[in-house]
């Protein structure tokens, strides 16, 4: 069992990007899915497809590569709040990563979303990671 799979999900990536593999293959979630939806938006990522053939189902994600230089598209995958410290943050002091190049995922009471879409909902909420 693990105990923090959004952590597994982002070490995941983080390995097949160091490793120069096209797609990750990685067990299925409602949180998953939507961060994957929010990498994909802004981004991140090439493309994703959810398979909900097995029980749990599976997210298989095309990882973004320039195709010139064949580096990746994230260069960081970083987990704030964990399950034994969580980190909230308030609508006024939302956090900014790489002053604005890169983007904080949070989840609040109106979904998974990045930290500028949740100052315009006027929403704060739990800080799951940073990208960029």
């Known amino acids: 069992m693990n105990t923090d799979p959004i952590a597994d999900y982002l070490t ?3 390995n ?3 490793a120069n ?13 939507e961060i994957t939806k929010v990498l994909y938006k802004k981004g991140y990522i090439q493309s994703y497809r959810f398979d909900d053939a097995a029980v ?15 580096q990746p598209a994230i260069t960081k995958l970083q987990r704030v709040s964990t ?3 969580r980190q909230y943050a308030h609508v006024e002091n939302l956090p900014r990563v790489l002053s604005g190049l890169g983007v904080a995922i949070l ?7 990045t930290e500028k ?3 315009a909902e006027n929403v704060g909420g739990e800080v799951l990671c940073y990208v960029y």
Request: zero cysteines; proline letters at 6%.
């Open 117 to 119: 879409e949740a100052k």
């Open 16 to 18: 097949a990007i160091k």
């Open 21 to 33: 593999h096209r797609v990750v293959e990685i067990p299925a979630s409602n949180i998953k899915k």
């Open 12 to 14: 995941r990536v983080r």
């Open 107 to 113: 989840s609040t009471s109106k979904g998974v979303m």
């Open 56 to 70: 749990q189902g599976t997210i298989k994600i095309a990882l973004k590569y320039n195709p010139v230089t064949k």
């Open 83 to 85: 399950p034994g410290l």
